[in-house]
């Protein structure tokens, strides 16, 4: 259901009281005070336009518009001429509601001309010209209404198709997530079984040999064992060596995550991204990652609601004593840094490992993160 109000409904009503306030004091200029014919029938004229007003459908506005005319051409006749001055409006509006055209309306405004006293042809022709023009603003209006409502439901389509397509790549990224997370423990088994369960079995064969021999030959057994022990010790270099192998080093989980992290910015955002590093990555520790994405995060919010900016650029650079995070836009920038509840959590998060957050909005706006080395945990 549309909920939307229609132009046609309030701005005529607001027309039609101008109008009726003009009748009104040109009455109470000509007779110096208005009679209760009068005013009953302006009364009789407000409820039958605001009832000509209400309905929805063209149909129902159109034929219920003649009462207000009724009312205005018996008011005219009993109580004052004056009130003639109300015609222009109700048969611009019937002729809207009929025909839509505004032709017809001008022709339609000329039929009550020949009834009017001469005295108030000036008023009625400029009665006549406001409404022309107040009807034609009508139909501008409700033109534009009409494209924003079009328009206004294609972007829900659209966004309705883009959330359909977001939750497909989705199942389909946890489905893919969920295949290698299978595949890597198949091969993990694999390789275990491959590599160790041969030791295993051999160092056991060994050990039930030297069990054997332990009476009848010691020296045998003795050697036996030593082969056992040695096959376990090349078992359990066996089981490092693929632990280490499947466990992806410190550097790759921090750069990983902040890639991870900015191409799902980007993707949900309307702004250009980039990030680039230069250094031993490696030296960075866990705590240092965890500070530098939240700031990152910080930054990255902070140039899409506030800077205007068309890109924005993230470089991690590990210098001799410190690391250095720094997430620079191409926005409007600041002459003034002032320090937001978003810059000064930067800096807690900064200082809680000794560093320090340095704000530039010079040219666009720079937020450049420093934690030391000396400090690291």
């Known amino acids: 259901m549309n909920n939307e109000k229609d132009p046609r409904t309030y701005w005529p009503l607001l027309g039609k009281g101008l109008f009726l306030l003009s009748a009104i004091g040109v009455a109470s200029v000509e007779e110096g005070a208005v009679s209760a014919p009068f005013v009953l029938f302006v009364l009789l004229y407000a409820c039958a336009a605001i009832a000509s007003s209400l309905p929805r459908a063209a149909s129902w506005r159109t034929g219920l518009s003649a009462a207000p005319i009724a009312v205005v051409l018996a008011a005219a006749v009993v109580a004052h001429p004056a009130l003639l001055l109300l015609l222009p409006i109700q048969l611009c509006e019937l002729a809207a509601n009929a025909t839509h055209n505004r032709w017809a309306a001008a022709l339609l405004l000329l039929a009550p001309l020949p009834y009017v006293p001469e005295r108030l042809w000036f008023a009625y022709g400029l009665a006549a010209a406001f409404s022309l023009l107040f009807v034609a603003m009508l139909d501008e209006l409700e033109t534009r209404s009409r494209t924003d409502r079009i328009e206004a439901e294609r972007f829900r389509r659209e ?136 700031n990152v995060k910080e930054a990255l919010t902070n140039a899409m609601k506030y800077a205007g900016a068309a890109s924005v650029s993230v470089h991690v650079q590990v210098l001799n004593t410190m690391v250095k995070a720094v997430v620079s836009d191409d926005g409007k920038g600041a002459p003034r840094v002032v320090k937001g509840l978003g810059l000064i959590g930067m800096e807690e998060r900064a200082a809680s490992a000794n560093g320090t957050v340095v704000a530039d909005g010079s040219r666009g706006f720079t937020v450049t993160t420093l934690l030391p080395f000396s400090e690291r945990t």
């Open 159 to 294: 966004l309705e198709r883009v959330r359909t397509r977001l939750d497909e790549q989705q199942d389909y990224v946890r489905q893919f997530e969920y295949t290698y997370a299978l595949e890597e423990r198949n091969r993990l088994s694999q390789q275990i079984h491959d590599s160790i369960g041969h030791s295993i079995a051999g160092a056991l064969i060994q050990m039930e040999a030297a069990k054997r021999l332990l009476d009848a030959d010691r020296e045998k057994s003795a050697e036996l064992l030593g082969n056992a022990i040695r096959i376990s010790k090349e078992g359990i270099d066996d089981i490092r060596r693929v632990l280490k192998g499947a466990k992806p080093p410190a550097e790759q989980l921090g750069i990983q995550r902040m890639k991870l992290f900015i191409d799902e910015f980007a993707a949900a955002h309307p702004i250009k991204t980039a990030f680039t590093y230069e250094g031993d990555v490696d030296l960075i520790p866990p705590v240092y990652w965890k500070i530098i994405r939240e």
